[in-house]
DNA sequence: GATCCATGATAAAAGCTTTTAGCAGAAAAA
DNA sequence: TTTTTCTGCTAAAAGCTTTTATCATGGATC
């Protein structure tokens, strides 16, 4: 006979139920206060078999913590939001607390109006997250009474901020490619302007000194295969191994390589970055690739904005977490396949 | 000089501000009740000035509704979810209703867990979507005390239910392969226990009639592939259009056609299925496909489940949304691309 | 001058939980 | 026996808003 009627069960049903006072229920329940063993056993029991639940609007209410958070993201396709977010959301579910997801569309009213309506909620933190695309959040998030962590986005100085590692990453497929015997590395990546295309960059060139260039483009399929077309066009020597950007890159350079019947890995080894599985794992042959572990990188901002909204300290400016080499066929590698 | 301590305003503060009563504050501030038009005018002013914002909490705590809803997903990946999630979202927060995003990584225990959360939260209606994966709902939904709106995904008889149109989308793509010109139309798809891929092959089947194929394998970008090679080295006429049953598929297709220099659109026209413009624009030539409108879907998702939290009517059973054709270029439309 | 009505305001209750302060009774100490 | 100390429980307040019922005032009606 659980909760039959259409009212939700409160603690003053409880009460009634255990024949208690309502504090010695809550008492009982929480484990707070004086109660007596079996009190507190039997108000449990009672508790269980109506189904009481407590509500959490009201406890929120009085307790000034809402046990929810905010996610503030631009991202629209979610290629890199989605997986975080359910990094954030898995680790902080087991804490009680809630993620509302709000998509701004880049649209700076849109944003204004979820922030007023995450405040107005009272939720203990806002993630943002820019997935690249700006880096500038789109709205005023600094004098904000409640804990900010940023991830993928860069805030004020010494805020709590998340990024993998790219030069980690970068150096990790250039080693990857020394260790195979390569020699001739090529990196072709997406724009100048993006810091991340940057760092990459130059973690390539300090590892692979000279002789090593770095070509700059965009983020699509249709630059690598331009730029392969380019350097295999031009006289000299040619590369025996091409780090790309991104796993889109990748692809277009695997296509544009197959276009002239170069062999893969046997004449270049091509390494990604992204490990954007449905790219990586369809390549002919599947790409080994560099994975900037969303999902850590979404637990990490979860116990963040966890710890913050206690009071308790988090890491203070910018945390790079390291990339992962994952490795498949494109690199010719006698390890064994993901 | 708005708000500069560290407290939220309370109404209290602007009924203090304002010298009336909390309840003259708050009739004044909703336009309840009776108030003269001088006062309201001026309980409005000092609200903005001190910057008060009402606890959504508090408001939620006495109407019983939190206007916030939830949203349980299992896709991890978040190609559809997102873009449809962000719909819901945009059209959700004009009313004031925010949205949860619960994922459940196909753990039942972890849906279990969201949805208890969701409950004690007070949520006004649960969205669940499925993508296509498995379409029975990890959880028991269906004796809640709140509606559930199931999209991608099929509830019990007669819930309210949102389903692209598989059939009308599949017919779009035949009915433009034959518009220009073509007869020997071959359809490759996904797997047969996927309803979408047997919906949208019965459709395609109806539509070409005698000499019509639909080979069903999985949706992946090598299947396209090597249903490609098996049916170009087998005796008897060639296809001169291909409709495939996802845009990887088309895309493995289009490899493979490239392979054996079969020319697209020339001698084989292409047609895909999703627009998911990441794979659908960077084949070449870029594919014409099918859009599912999903960000249409969390528009039609959200307005519902807000008619239903209100007490009102939504379309009860499936309604299934219309899809789109994406002119690009694999098919040599003489119209202009996207 | 007495009664009625409309207006504009207010006090208090309700919504559900947690926490603080306090009370009654029993056991222990003086 | 009287005082102190525990123990187990409870009443009441607090948290913030909306709503209901009530009240005071001034003008209109008889």
């Given at each position: 006979?659980?909760?039959?009627?259409d009212?939700?069960?409160?603690i003053?049903?409880?009460?009634?139920?255990?024949g208690?006072?309502?504090?010695?229920?809550?008492n009982?329940?929480n484990?707070?206060?004086?109660?007596?063993?079996e009190?507190?056993e039997?108000?449990?029991?009672?508790?269980?078999?109506?189904?009481?639940?407590?509500?959490?609007?009201?406890?929120?209410?009085?307790?000034?913590?809402?046990?929810a958070?905010?996610?503030?993201?631009?991202?629209?396709?979610?290629?890199?939001?989605?997986p975080?977010?359910?990094?954030?959301?898995?680790?902080?579910?087991?804490h009680?607390?809630?993620?509302?997801?709000?998509?701004?569309?880049?649209?700076?009213?849109?944003?204004?109006?979820?922030?007023?309506?995450?405040?107005?909620?009272?939720?203990?933190?806002?993630?943002?997250?820019?997935?690249?695309?700006?880096?500038?959040?789109?709205?005023?998030?600094?004098?904000?009474?409640?804990?900010v962590?940023?991830?993928?986005?860069?805030?004020?100085?010494?805020?709590?901020?998340?990024?993998?590692?790219d030069?980690?990453?970068?150096?990790?497929?250039?080693?990857?490619?020394?260790e195979?015997?390569?020699?001739?590395?090529?990196?072709?990546?997406?724009?100048?302007?993006y810091?991340?295309?940057?760092?990459?960059?130059?973690?390539?060139?300090?590892?692979?000194g000279?002789?090593?260039?770095?070509?700059?483009?965009d983020?699509?399929?249709?630059?690598?295969?331009?730029?392969?077309?380019?350097?295999?066009?031009?006289?000299?020597?040619?590369?025996d191994?091409?780090?790309?950007?991104?796993?889109?890159?990748?692809?277009?350079?695997?296509?544009?390589?197959?276009?002239?019947?170069?062999?893969?890995?046997?004449d270049?080894?091509?390494?990604g970055?992204?490990n954007?599985?449905?790219?990586?794992?369809?390549?002919?042959?599947?790409?080994?690739?560099?994975?900037?572990?969303?999902k850590?990188?979404?637990?990490?901002?979860?116990?963040?904005?966890?710890?913050?909204?206690?009071?308790e300290?988090?890491?203070?400016?910018?945390?790079?977490?390291?990339?992962?080499?994952?490795?498949?066929?494109?690199?010719?590698?006698?390890?064994?396949?993901?």
């Amino acid at each position: 006979m659980k909760n039959t009627g259409d009212r939700r069960r409160t603690i003053y049903d409880v009460a009634k139920a255990a024949g208690v006072s309502i504090s010695t229920a809550s008492n009982a329940l929480n484990g707070t206060g004086r109660t007596n063993a079996e009190t507190r056993e039997r108000v449990r029991r009672v508790a269980e078999e109506i189904g009481f639940r407590p509500n959490a609007l009201a406890r929120g209410l009085l307790s000034k913590r809402s046990h929810a958070i905010g996610m503030l993201t631009n991202d629209t396709y979610g290629r890199l939001t989605l997986p975080m977010a359910a990094g954030v959301s898995e680790v902080l579910v087991d804490h009680g607390v809630s993620v509302f997801l709000c998509a701004t569309n880049n649209d700076p009213r849109l944003a204004q109006l979820h922030l007023e309506a995450l405040l107005d909620r009272q939720v203990d933190g806002i993630i943002f997250t820019a997935t690249r695309l700006d880096l500038t959040p789109p709205v005023q998030l600094s004098r904000l009474p409640i804990p900010v962590v940023y991830v993928f986005a860069e805030g004020p100085a010494d805020s709590v901020t998340f990024f993998p590692d790219d030069e980690q990453g970068a150096r990790l497929a250039v080693d990857h490619l020394k260790e195979l015997g390569r020699s001739r590395i090529l990196h072709i990546t997406g724009p100048r302007d993006y810091l991340a295309a940057r760092i990459r960059a130059q973690s390539y060139l300090d590892a692979c000194g000279d002789g090593a260039e770095a070509m700059f483009g965009d983020w699509s399929e249709e630059w690598g295969h331009e730029a392969v077309q380019t350097v295999f066009a031009r006289p000299g020597a040619k590369p025996d191994a091409i780090f790309c950007g991104s796993d889109e890159i990748a692809r277009g350079v695997i296509d544009a390589l197959r276009d002239l019947d170069v062999e893969i890995p046997t004449d270049v080894a091509v390494v990604g970055f992204d490990n954007w599985e449905v790219v990586a794992r369809q390549t002919r042959p599947p790409l080994t690739t560099i994975d900037m572990e969303l999902k850590e990188l979404g637990h990490r901002a979860g116990l963040a904005i966890l710890s913050l909204s206690k009071g308790e300290p988090a890491p203070a400016g910018i945390t790079r977490l390291p990339c992962r080499l994952v490795v498949r066929q494109s690199c010719g590698s006698p390890l064994q396949s993901d």
